[in-house]
T-cell receptor
Framework: AQRVTQPEKLLSVFKGAPVELKCNYS??????LFWYVQYSRQRLQLLLR??SRESIKGFTADLNKGETSFHLKKPFAQEEDSAMYYC???????????FGTGTRLTIIP | DVKVTQSSRYLVKRTGEKVFLECVQD?????MFWYRQDPGLGLRLIYF???????EKGDIPEGYSVSREKKERFSLILESASTNQTSMYLC??????????FGPGTRLTVL
């Protein structure tokens, strides 16, 4: 069975401060990890995936297989980062995604 | 621009009614999904389809059924709506293990 845990339902950070959204997973095989984001009144969209190793909108996430984590980080928060963030996992070659419960990030001006 | 569209943004139905939620994608994707999104519970998979007429139960299929007669269209059916099915319903499509694209969602209220 695959499982994704996001321990924080809500996270508030001051503008300019670092942001870290936590994600832990449980999966016996080789996982593919994703972060999806939903801005206010917009549809859910992909932010980044671990295999691309990109930085999107200043966000990065590193897959740590030892700690089974895929935390999302940004060094300096911006007001437009306020959104709902979901961590998701699929098994290697598996089309089905399992989502975490989400973290609502609020950036305080 | 890729598109997943859902037939309604808002829907209000009465307990016991049969409800149809329609989803269409224009990307020729094999895989389509229906989720419900509830505060504190995240996205939970109801059903998914990996080909025309093929379907598989997700994590919470009870009270729902689906239909996929054409590749681009995936319908979610509530045979007899109940108040605990009040939720936001999201449709998505995906090709293989690539990016999953979501529709705008349908907010269903069952009175």
């Amino acid at each position: 069975a695959q499982r994704v845990t996001q321990p924080e339902k809500l996270l508030s950070v001051f503008k300019g401060a670092p942001v870290e959204l936590k994600c832990n997973y449980s999966y016996s095989g080789s996982p593919e990890l994703f972060w999806y984001v939903q801005y206010s009144r917009q549809r859910l969209q992909l932010l980044l995936r671990h295999i691309s190793r990109e930085s999107i909108k200043g966000f990065t996430a590193d897959l740590n297989k030892g700690e089974t984590s895929f935390h999302l980080k940004k060094p300096f928060a911006q007001e437009e980062d306020s959104a709902m963030y979901y961590c998701a996992l699929s098994g290697f070659g598996n089309e089905k995604l399992t989502f975490g419960t989400g973290t609502r990030l609020t950036i305080i001006p | 621009d890729v598109k997943v569209t859902q037939s309604s943004r808002y829907l209000v139905k009465r307990t016991g009614e049969k409800v149809f939620l329609e989803c269409v994608q224009d990307m020729d994707h094999e895989n389509m999904f229906w989720y419900r999104q509830d505060p504190g519970l995240g996205l939970r998979l109801i059903y998914f389809s990996y080909d025309v007429k093929m379907k598989e139960k997700g994590d919470i299929p009870e009270g729902y059924s689906v239909s996929r007669e054409k590749k681009e269209r995936f319908s979610l059916i509530l045979e007899s709506a109940s108040t605990n099915q009040t939720s936001m319903y999201l449709c998505a499509s995906r090709e293989g293990i690539n990016e999953q694209f979501f529709g705008p969602g349908t907010r269903l209220t069952v009175l």
